[in-house]
């Protein structure tokens, strides 16, 4: 049996959810009226219900964000929501919150979302052994430890390969809801992590100033797709309810394409939807937004995975500056730069500078200001007016194929089968006659069904099954295309996938015997939850009073003591000189820095004793 591989993609509004159906997403994720990890994804079940009937007709499927914590208030309102979003048709519900599980929720698929800290076999095992149809993984996940996970468990695993990166485990990052009270939990994180930060010795002597160094370059794990799903994993997804249409036109329709021809090449595994998808662009990735790219932990830790002068969009390399004149730059590149062109560099201090590009004239670029550029400063493009403009006016289109036959007696039948198999047959009765040129009857007959207007099919193939062809006039032709077309539509859509699948009530324990704050246990229905499972809830999760008091408000996988080259897995010979980093600092918030070799995370406490501590230079 062929393994199914799904490509998922997400989606911030209905218009750009159908534009990720139509470049290639087998299925999308969207956030509802509230509720969903992106406060500010909304969306109505009216939009949601046409999203899912457009998703549908390709066989994709709608999945519905539901993965904040919940209090006790919310718990009613989100669990509404749930079923209203099975009697749309959705397909599957994204969830954090264990309250909404004893609650009571719809028998549909229900994902556990990255948010839950998936990290362990043990709590993967319990997931799946309480009803859950899928798990997210973790980003900084290992293909090693993604075998692992696929050798011990049956259930159904997801895995992020492309976007923006958080720096924190997700479900364990509480310094937003800390210092501003918009909790990551909540779905309004403030992004602390973008922000610039001072490192700081044991001393609080300055080891690096004024640095981005827990912003994370953005994930892009296009040359490991066969490895990911050779390791177990059946979803691929894409980062981004946030992210504008032009960026999941050409993300997604670049991973539709290296998905289609890795499946060309492996007959074990086939796409999870149907029709082919007809881009009007070349893709390519280097050319939307982006904070430059990383493979994170995949085959293994990397040391630089910070974009540390910048969290903004760094774009595709273009070339390095060969002259500098008064009010303009030459630039040592091959590629075509264009008036309106945004271009950057990093000057020598460590800052990220940018320009808009006023005019070329052969090797010069000339712009407003160029302070601070320098003969050997390597030039980026983050803005590419001409591919812009390519994405805006691109006329994309996904088709399914079908077969037609047609049979002339006394009547005209017509069967129409698609690619998935769906079939409907219809007879007209009014009378025709013979055509008396047959060859151009036939003729008009395959152009006119060749033209499937604003339908999603496409003529493979039109088989006539009789000797005899009648004359056809071209509106009736027409007529009779878009009958049979409809018919085979509604068949489409109206099938009915068997995933029906409900939670189970049990008493399987969880991994975890004494609750503790990263449990994220917020109301008394998920304390309910884990008290069933053998869990002693004593306390609680830290949004359910504020509490952030001697609680890490990070664990991550980046290091900075790897980071700096302070960490043991280095030889003696090649550990830096620096002091080991000790405590981040910005403006008046100075946090510490504790180190757990053995598990090989940071986690950062904040240090209100050191708030009005005077830094030495």
Known sequence: ????????????????????????????????????????????????????????????????????????????????????????????????????????????????????????????????????????????????????????????????????????????????????????????????????????????????????????????????????????????????????????????????????????????????????VSLSFTPNPNKTFNRSYTELNINGRSAEIATINSPKSLGAFLGKVISVGQNYIEIDTQETILNGDGLCFVDKKGNLEGFVVNKVNFSHIYADSFSNCFVGAKIFRNKDVDFGRQLNSERTQRTISVVIQFEFKEQINITATDEDGFSVCLTFYEKYENAVQTEKAKQNIIEQFSKSGNTIFLLHKLIFLSELIPFIRIADLNKIRRDVLEQLLIKRTSFKSEDSILLINNDIKYPEKQSTPELNIINSYSKSFFEKHGVEVDIMGAEFNQDYKNLALMTTHHCLKFAYGKCKQFSESLLSQVNDPMFIRHLDNVYKLEFDCKKCVMQIYKQDNFKNCKIID
């Open 1 to 276: 049996m062929q393994q199914k591989i799904e490509l998922l993609a997400p989606a911030k509004d209905i218009e750009i959810g159908m534009a990720t159906i139509r470049h290639g997403a087998d299925a999308v994720y969207i956030g509802g009226e509230s509720f969903g990890a992106r406060f500010v994804a909304s969306n109505s079940f009216e939009d949601i219900e046409k999203l899912v009937k457009y998703a549908h007709q390709y066989q994709a499927k709608i999945f519905l964000t539901l993965n904040t914590l919940l209090y006790d208030e919310e718990i009613l309102p989100a669990q509404k929501m749930a079923f209203r979003a099975y009697d749309i048709g959705v397909d599957a519900l994204i969830i954090q919150d264990f309250g909404l599980i004893e609650a009571g929720l719809p028998p549909m698929p229900i994902h556990a979302s990255t948010q839950m800290h998936n990290f362990s076999v043990e709590r993967i095992n319990f997931l799946e052994k309480i009803g859950f149809s899928r798990v997210v993984l973790p980003r900084e996940m290992s293909l090693e430890k993604i075998q692992e996970i696929r050798n011990n468990t049956n259930i159904d695993l997801e895995y992020f390969i492309h976007g923006a990166l958080c720096v924190s485990y997700s479900g364990q990052c509480y310094m937003s809801a800390c210092n501003g009270g918009r909790s990551a939990n909540k779905g309004s994180c403030a992004q602390p992590c973008r922000l610039p930060y001072d490192v700081l010795d044991k001393n609080m002597q300055i080891i690096d100033e004024n640095k981005y160094i827990l912003s994370l370059k953005d994930l892009n794990l296009e040359n490991n797709l066969d490895k990911i799903i050779e390791s177990g994993i059946s979803s691929l997804k894409i980062e981004g309810r946030l992210k504008s249409l032009p960026y999941v036109k050409n993300i997604v329709g670049h991973y539709r394409q290296l998905l289609d021809r890795f499946l060309e090449g492996n007959s074990n595994y086939k796409k999870t939807s149907s029709g082919s």
